[in-house]
């Protein structure tokens, strides 16, 4: 079973930047599967971006310009880099990784953008 564990939230004022981390328990194979998504009260769970095997990478609209996502598989970890971060970006961020079908999530770590 693969465990996953965020870090890197906070709190920070609008325009500003945060990186977060997920570290794997196990070794993260290149040709895992790896989401970050976030979660704001009231709203379903989104996901924000993905990368994948040969670390092909999408991104939800909101945060093109201004997320990007990375691995460091000698490090078993995905960050997500944010820059000119928005209120709206508050939330509890996730991330996901899926192995052969199969889905380990992290406990999740709390963004808070203040304006």
């Known amino acids: 079973q693969v465990q996953m564990v965020e870090s890197g939230g906070g709190l920070v004022q609008a325009g500003g930047s945060l990186r977060l981390s997920c570290g794997s328990s196990?070794?993260?194979?290149?040709?895992?599967?790896v989401g970050w998504y976030r979660q704001a009260p009231g709203n379903y769970r989104e996901l924000v971006a993905r990368i994948a095997s040969g670390d092909s990478t999408i991104y939800t609209d909101s945060v093109k310009g201004r997320f990007t996502i990375s691995r460091d598989n000698a490090k078993n970890t995905v960050y997500l880099q944010m820059t000119s971060l928005k209120p709206e970006d508050t939330a509890v961020y996730y991330c996901?990784?899926?192995?052969?079908?199969?889905?380990?999530w992290g406990q999740g770590t709390q963004v808070t953008v203040s304006s």
């Open positions: 196990g070794t993260l194979f290149s040709t895992d599967t």
């Open positions: 996901k990784v899926v192995r052969l079908g199969n889905a380990y």
